[in-house]
């Protein structure tokens, strides 16, 4: 792995962000108030949404800036075990049966707390050498730091919300300057993130994080549930309410477990009432039926409703057009994409990280900007955060796998690349330093035409095995947004979802969704000069300035190394490999 090209580190000041022992562990620096590297333990130990200690992240973060952890001068962890302790006694007290799971998870997140001794473990170092400070920050007030400390602005609205963290689900703030003043939290049990998980799980999707599988079945759905699905969340005094008769007690973790070998588990959600109410729930990889597209339906619109419902509530305590967004809810690309009709907000600033694994970034950079009262720096405008590879280690991978290939220069490979898209050929696209969050964004991507019928199902016969409902997105030449989709605020992370414009659908139409929508990723120059290139060469052979784009890899996490890349190309009927500088066919192979 290469360092990330950040100088010495000298008298700056070193921050390491941590999420550890929570879904979606991870690790990140900050120097100076610049987030210099970032990386989820999943894409080190291919263990999916793992929820341990992120021994790797951290290393791979030290390496990064060529530091020891002896030089770190601050650790800040996004999760605090005594925040809102009250209510959390209060909850236990309220539910006997509860009381032992209580303490049990007390117990273990103490054990957790001892971030000096994990770290020296971890690295096999004395503990004696470790001379910085400990930080704890409060999970949601670490997702919201998340997104405004990277946006551009110096006062916006606040918003984060999820399934759980911290005892709270949803968490309002006004942020002005170096500070971000909460103004409202909703406590567990209430939570938007459980409502949709609970459905998701009635209908066969019971995995950690096969929520957004969910969202793209529902415009498959009609407006049969919509009623009685509402009335499982309320409304209320500037809130929402769950009924509970619908759910499960799931305790003060809100039926998320993580195990001992970093596994999440998520526990049964939703109550006899609701079979009661919606018959049998369906059993996971079976025929997917019009009652289960149409509970998914109501589920996305009801969410909406309320998501809408308190971003409304936020922009009358904040009068601001600027909202800064993250929590694992804030992946709903479908509300993010209509919020702008909706609300008053005109400019999202949502973190590409914004499910768990971004607390560490929103950790480290509240203790730079809150607690050491240091200045704003500027935005982050990309997220390539993580780790990137010289081509002679790229190339010793691919001699090791004995693969034929080719060497070329920068303008013979994006022709060669946009020539191979043109043709109809699936391209694995790795490049650069790997982004940071759950979506590829042309660095570890696998890139098609976006404009051949067949190309969705050629993809998942090929390659990723999704289910049939699932959209691909894509990538598109920010300056012709407004020439194919009908909204034209930047997707840059590839975070909303807009109509695709009528007379563009057939152009798009492998990435054109059942509702004619697509979640674009707005690509500039800036951000990516090698991939925005890609692009403009295939626009140059096709008149069209956008590819197809899915993540480069095949039911694992994201690939991260070459060899975890060529490994991928050579299992699966992937036709073309562009790696750094080195390109291979599957053809000639
Ligand atoms: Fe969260």
């Given at each position: ?22 879904a ?26 793992f929820g ?10 030290l390496?990064a800036?060529?530091?020891?952890i ?8 996004g999760?605090?075990?005594d925040?809102?302790?009250a ?6 007290l309220?539910?006997?049966?509860k ?16 971030v ?10 004395d ?31 606040g918003?984060?919300?999820?399934g759980?963290?911290d005892f ?33 799980e009635f ?39 769950l ?34 109410l ?43 057009e ?9 992946l709903?690309?479908v509300?993010?994409?209509k919020?702008?009709q909706?609300?008053p ?5 949502i ?24 200045p704003r ?11 990137e ?31 191979q ?11 650069g ?32 095995h ?15 947004q ?27 139409c ?15 120059r800036e951000?990516n000069?090698?991939y ?22 095949e ?6 190394k070459?060899?975890e ?25």
């Amino acid at each position: 792995m290469k360092p990330a090209g950040i100088g010495g580190f000298g008298s700056s000041m070193l921050i390491l962000g941590l999420n550890m022992f929570h879904a979606d562990a991870s690790a990140a620096i900050v120097q100076d108030g610049e987030v210099v590297f970032a990386i989820a333990e999943e894409r080190l130990n291919r263990h999916k949404h793992f929820g341990g200690f992120p021994a790797l992240s951290v290393k791979a973060c030290l390496d990064a800036v060529g530091a020891r952890i002896s030089d770190i001068n601050h650790v800040a962890v996004g999760q605090d075990s005594d925040a809102n302790l009250a209510k959390k006694v209060q909850y236990a007290l309220k539910n006997p049966g509860k009381i032992l799971n209580f303490i049990r998870l007390r117990q273990r997140k103490e054990g957790m707390r001892n971030v000096r001794s994990l770290l020296s473990k971890a690295l096999e170092v004395d503990s004696g050498e470790l001379r910085f400070q400990e930080h704890h920050l409060e999970h949601h007030i670490a997702h919201i730091a998340s997104s405004y400390y990277c946006s551009p602005w110096e006062k916006a609205a606040g918003f984060s919300y999820d399934g759980s963290g911290d005892f709270v689900s949803t968490m309002m703030a006004r942020c002005e300057g170096k500070g971000i003043e909460i103004l409202d939290r909703v406590f567990l049990p209430h939570s938007l993130g459980s409502f949709y998980t609970m459905i998701c799980e009635f209908i066969g999707y019971k995995k950690y994080g096969d929520e957004g599988k969910v969202m793209g079945l529902a415009p498959y759905g009609k407006d049969t549930y919509c009623e009685p699905i509402s009335k499982i969340i309320a409304l209320k005094n500037g809130g929402f309410q769950l009924d509970l008769n619908y759910f499960k007690p799931l305790g003060s973790n809100q039926g998320m477990q993580v195990l001992p070998d970093g596994t999440v588990r998520l526990a049964r959600h939703f109550s006899e009432r609701m079979e009661g109410l919606f018959g049998d729930p369906r059993e996971p990889h079976t025929e997917i039926t019009q009652r289960d597209m149409d509970l998914a339906f109501a589920m996305q619109q009801r969410f909406e409703e309320v998501f809408f419902h308190l971003l409304n509530q936020l922009h009358a305590r904040v009068p601001s057009e600027d909202l800064a967004m993250a929590g694992g809810c804030a992946l709903n690309s479908v509300a993010n994409g209509k919020l702008f009709q909706t609300t008053p907000f005109r400019r999202t600033w949502i973190q590409p990280a914004a499910g768990d694994e971004g607390l560490a970034i929103g950790a480290a950079l509240h203790t730079y900007h809150s607690v050491l009262r240091q200045p704003r720096r500027s935005e982050l405008k990309h997220s390539y955060l993580g780790p990137e590879f010289a081509d002679a280690c790229v190339e010793s991978e691919l001699k090791k796998s004995r693969l034929r290939y080719r060497r070329l220069q920068r303008e013979p490979l994006l022709a060669a690349v946009a020539e191979q898209i043109a043709a109809g050929n699936v391209v694995g696209w790795f490049q650069g330093r790997m982004e940071w969050g759950p979506r590829a964004l042309g660095n570890r991507s696998i890139v098609a035409h976006p404009g051949l019928p067949n190309m969705k199902d050629v993809l998942n016969a090929r390659i990723k095995h999704r289910e049939w409902f699932r959209p691909f997105a894509p990538s598109i030449l920010a300056e012709y947004q407004h020439e194919y989709f009908e909204h034209d605020h930047p997707s840059p992370f590839m975070l909303h979802v807009y109509r695709i414009r009528p007379e563009k659908r057939k152009e798009l139409c492998a990435v054109n969704h059942v509702d004619d929508t697509g979640r674009l990723q707005s690509v500039t120059r800036e951000e990516n000069p090698l991939y925005y290139d890609l692009i403009k060469a295939f626009q140059r052979k096709t008149g069209i300035p956008v590819v197809l784009n899915t993540s480069f890899n095949e039911n694992e996490p994201i690939v991260c190394k070459p060899e975890e890349a060529i490994d991928c190309f050579q299992r699966t009927k992937m036709d073309v490999l562009a790696i750094g500088p080195f390109l291979a066919l599957k053809s000639e192979n």
